[in-house]
């Protein structure tokens, strides 16, 4: 292979394994994804079946630092939806306030978007 060849190899592989963006609880963000329903967990009947976005990849998540404790890195591959109703097994775009940790009444995964706009690309 000549310099200019591994060069470029280099340049590609450098490009791919670039870290994706690490946001903090707070932000508001863009993401991308399918829209799941999970139903609520069995034996509690005033919990209701929550929305779920499935990323297409991690994201990296900083969490809140609680009583001067440390803040926490999280590779988070799916957010609990508050305050939208999508179609299931639509791939949409939200766009809302990332949170960490129990933020509803139905505790699904341990990050949130709480969505300020939505936009469907694909589904139903």
């Known amino acids: ?14 490009g791919s394994a670039a870290a994706a963006p690490c946001y903090n609880d707070g932000d508001v963000v863009t ?35 609680t009583g001067g404790g440390a803040r926490t890195q999280s590779n988070v591959s799916a957010v609990q939806i508050i305050d939208a109703t999508p179609a299931e097994n639509a791939r949409i775009q939200l766009t809302g306030r990332l949170v960490t940790g129990n933020v509803s009444g139905y505790y699904a995964v341990p990050t949130a978007i709480w969505v300020l706009k939505q936009r469907v690309l694909s589904g139903q």
């Open 1 to 14: 292979m000549t310099a200019k060849a591994c060069a470029w190899v280099l340049v590609l592989i450098a």
């Open 31 to 65: 993401l991308e994804g399918t829209a799941t329903r999970q139903a609520a967990h069995e034996g509690d009947a005033s919990a209701k079946p929550a929305w779920v976005l499935a990323l297409p990849g991690p994201i990296c998540v900083l969490s809140a630092a």
